[in-house]
């Protein structure tokens, strides 16, 4: 009999695969259920990047194998992209590496610096892939705690207090994913002082930038940052390229070279058209990103509406694809309260406990639904 690696015992499936099919079989009984639990973007590209796609799709070397590392020029709009919006000049020939999409740099960059038994530092409540990427490579996650009294940043005099002596890495994600926190400038610059004092990378997660966020931050523009620090990012959620999977990740040239190392040996590099139509997209001008908040800026007041209905909390404040909102003190159990909804309300929304233990109490909209979804949701609470 054939077994599975021993890694696989501490993985878990993803909850959203799990629950996606539930709410698959409630459909095909006829269950007219509104999905509120995934940040997909439902919205289009540019109509420039999709141009950019067909133009390319006659050229000669299209359809051939690509460089691990990208088009020159797609870094060259990446560099462009990063000097522009958060002021953080990079050398697009060896600071710059475009990805299948952020998560896949979430494993890369695991593989390339953590041996088995290092310490990696994961915010609880965070991103789920942090976890299962330190598991799938035999490192110990060390949770850090965030709470809503502290806007979802860590306190690092706690932190101080621990044995960080096997800590290599410590994923931070700002804006913060899923409570929608914005971090700061003065916040990076404690996570850069902390890194060098403990000689820890941090890797910033930076997909959320653009979304209803007026002030874009990159911890790649703290002075310094670059000896200790990585900036992942994302066109799936700023232009609505979720499903092309296009991301990149930014360092110091020695950290990029490792990262590379892993990357090389486990794709054989991106589409040629995916990466043409990714150069349009980050090329976009001011109108775009006006254009597309203004859309989720009415689909959050639908939201805030929603969660008044049902009694929770939330920050106004918050950015990103996502309303995060604290449940009433009288419900105790935000997965018993997601399948109340679920079964009766046909709704679907994400408990805060698939992203880890802090987020109990809590629940988890997505704005990448149409507002006559959100509206017709809220008919449903008349």
């Given at each position: ?42 919205l ?31 870094r ?10 958060f ?8 600071e ?37 990427v330190?598991?799938?490579?035999g ?16 306190d ?12 290599k890495l ?47 931050e ?26 092309w999977?296009?991301?990149?990740v ?10 590379l190392?892993v ?17 349009a997209?980050?090329?976009s001008?001011?109108?775009w ?50 399948d ?39 008919k449903?609470?008349?």
């Amino acid at each position: 009999m054939i077994t599975t690696a021993k890694r696989l015992d501490q993985v878990q499936e993803y909850y959203f695969s799990q629950k996606l099919r539930e709410v698959r079989e409630l459909q095909a009984k006829g269950k007219p259920v509104i999905n509120m639990g995934i940040g997909s973007p439902d919205l289009a590209p540019a109509t420039a990047v999709m141009e950019a796609v067909q133009e390319a799709m006659l050229q000669p070397a299209a359809h051939q194998y690509q460089s691990y590392q990208g088009l020159p020029e797609l870094r060259q709009a990446m560099a462009n992209f990063y000097a522009t919006h958060f002021k953080v000049n990079l050398n697009p020939d060896s600071e710059i590496l475009p990805l299948m999409g952020s998560k896949e740099g979430i494993l890369h960059i695991a593989m390339a610096f953590l041996n088995e038994g290092d310490g990696v530092l994961i915010p609880n409540p965070g991103y789920p892939t942090y976890a299962s990427v330190a598991n799938l490579v035999g490192a110990e996650s060390v949770f850090y705690d965030l709470s809503a009294e502290r806007n979802w940043e860590p306190d690092f005099k706690v932190l101080e207090k621990q044995d960080l002596s096997r800590v290599k890495l410590m994923w931070v994600s700002y804006p913060h994913m899923p409570t929608g926190a914005t971090g700061n400038r003065m916040l990076f610059e404690k996570l850069i002082a902390f890194a060098k004092k403990h000689r820890i990378l941090i890797v910033n997660d930076n997909p959320y930038s653009f979304i209803l966020n007026e002030n874009p931050e990159s911890i790649l523009s703290i002075p310094g940052a670059m000896e200790v620090a990585m900036e992942l990012n994302s066109l799936s959620k700023t232009f609505n390229m979720a499903g092309w999977r296009v991301g990149m990740v930014m360092g110091e040239k020695k950290v990029i070279q490792a990262v590379l190392k892993v990357k090389s040996n486990m794709d054989s590099g991106m589409f040629y058209g995916i990466q043409k139509g990714a150069i349009a997209a980050l090329q976009s001008d001011a109108d775009w990103f006006a254009k597309q908040n203004e859309v989720y800026q009415t689909r959050r007041n639908l939201v805030f509406k929603l969660a008044r209905k049902l009694n929770c909390t939330f920050d106004t404040n918050s950015v990103g694809l996502f309303v995060w909102a604290k449940l009433p003190p009288e419900e105790k159990s935000a997965e018993a309260f997601v399948d109340k909804l679920l079964y009766d309300k046909n709704l679907f929304i994400a408990p805060g406990t698939i992203f880890g233990s802090n987020g109990e109490g809590y629940i988890r909209f997505s704005l990448c639904i149409p507002e006559e979804k959100i509206k017709e949701i809220l008919k449903r609470f008349e």
